[in-house]
């Protein structure tokens, strides 16, 4: 348990992520740099879940090198190995234990009402039909692109999700928009738990941070930057090169007129003006002033060399850590210790009182 300087128990947070190519520049001012700065006040754990990879098709060695990209992706963006604890999933036993004591927990139709499991069979090509009459859902083939069946994985991705959290008696979770109704999930889970057995778990809370911006795509602005999105231009990496951030800002929609104004009719010069404020710290109202009478070619070229140059470091970092496996395991093994010590706890006290038997010392 960390303390604060007064002695308190500092708040614990957790959160994870799966290991899925670059991040965003969305990841890392709607989220990561906001969280480099909370390491000091709390007891953070990052895991990265590569369990929770496999519940869609994934390939062995893409998987492995995806692990290693991501975690020094992480630290290149502040993650600080020093103040906390990055972990990967499957390094810490307890994580499908516990995930299985809660799926005996858990209605089926629960988990069949979860909009991201709904969307997710669409992909695969299966309709998904509510409202049958019981709690159960209809699942119709759509023609050719419909594969053989769901994997139950995929059912049950968001009781391994409450399994990850409720592991470490999480306080605090950062999670993005779409994740909150898994995270509903997780509280009423921990709710039941308490109320069947005994308080065991703590009840985590969402966390929001204060200043995270929300980053919109470059191609429509109306909607969330996303790295599935299937528009080259619409998304902007962090390790993308300064070439490429010229391109992608200067092919940005922006809107009718002239105007460099943060007003939410001009939802693409909005956006940009936005990511201008989140990394040049500047607010709004000086960055408009800035650009009185001047035009989007001028916003979006100045834009381009402030992207490019917070990202260098970054990309810089990144170059060197990726090159250093023996380091970036280093920091996973320390993660996983630190992480395992903590879950073996919780994990025993849950099967004391499922009434599971103790094993003999
Ligand atoms: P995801 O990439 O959807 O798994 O999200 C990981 C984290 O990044 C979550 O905390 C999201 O809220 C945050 N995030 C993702 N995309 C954006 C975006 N376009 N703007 C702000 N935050 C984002
Ligand atoms: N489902 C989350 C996502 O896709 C990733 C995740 C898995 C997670 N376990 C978690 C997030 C626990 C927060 C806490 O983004």
Redesign the pocket.
């Known amino acids: 348990m960390e303390k604060d300087n007064s002695g308190k128990p500092k708040p614990v947070i ?5 290991p899925t190519g670059s991040l965003t520049l969305g990841n890392y001012l709607g989220a990561i740099r906001n969280w480099s700065e909370m390491l000091d006040e709390h007891e953070c754990y990052f ?1 990265i ?1 590569d369990l ?1 990879a496999i519940t869609t098709p994934s390939q062995p060695a893409v998987l492995r090198q995806n692990v290693f990209e991501c975690i020094a992706q992480y630290i290149a963006c502040g993650l600080d190995p020093q103040k906390c604890h990055q972990f990967v ?1 499957s390094h810490v036993m307890g994580h499908t234990e516990l995930a299985w004591v809660l799926t005996c927990n858990t209605p089926i139709g629960e988990l069949q009402r979860m909009t991201q499991f709904k969307d997710k069979a669409a992909k695969l090509g299966f309709k998904v039909s509510e409202n049958t009459g019981n709690d159960d859902l209809k699942f119709e083939h759509q023609g050719a692109r419909a594969q053989a069946s769901i994997n139950a994985g995929l059912l049950c ?1 968001p009781v ?2 409450a399994a ?2 409720l592991l470490y008696n999480a306080d605090l ?4 928009e ?2 909150r109704q ?2 509903e999930l997780c509280r009423d889970l921990a709710q039941r738990f308490n109320h069947q057995y005994s308080e065991t778990f703590t009840i985590p809370e969402p966390y929001v941070p204060k200043t995270g911006a929300r980053i919109m795509s470059l191609a429509d602005p109306t909607r969330k930057m996303s790295k599935s999105d299937e528009n080259e231009r619409a998304t902007l990496y962090i390790l993308d090169e300064p070439d490429r951030i010229r391109k992608k800002i200067g092919s940005a929609v922006t809107d009718s007129g002239s105007e460099i104004k943060a007003v939410s009719d001009k939802p693409g010069v909005l956006n940009l003006l936005t990511i201008y404020s989140s990394l040049s710290g500047k607010p709004i109202p000086e960055i408009e002033e800035h650009f009185l009478g001047k035009g989007y070619g001028e916003l979006k070229s100045e834009l381009s060399e402030i992207i490019a140059e917070s990202l260098e470091p970054v990309r810089a970092k990144y170059k060197d850590l990726i090159q250093d496996k023996a380091y970036l395991k280093s920091v996973l093994a320390e993660g996983a210790d630190a992480a395992q010590k903590r879950a073996y706890k919780i994990l025993s006290k849950v099967y004391r009182k499922v009434g599971f038997p103790e094993r003999a010392k």
């Open positions: 957790l959160t994870c992520a799966q895991g879940v929770h999933q991705y391994l999700m990850d959290i979770v950062p999670v993005g779409d994740q898994h995270l």
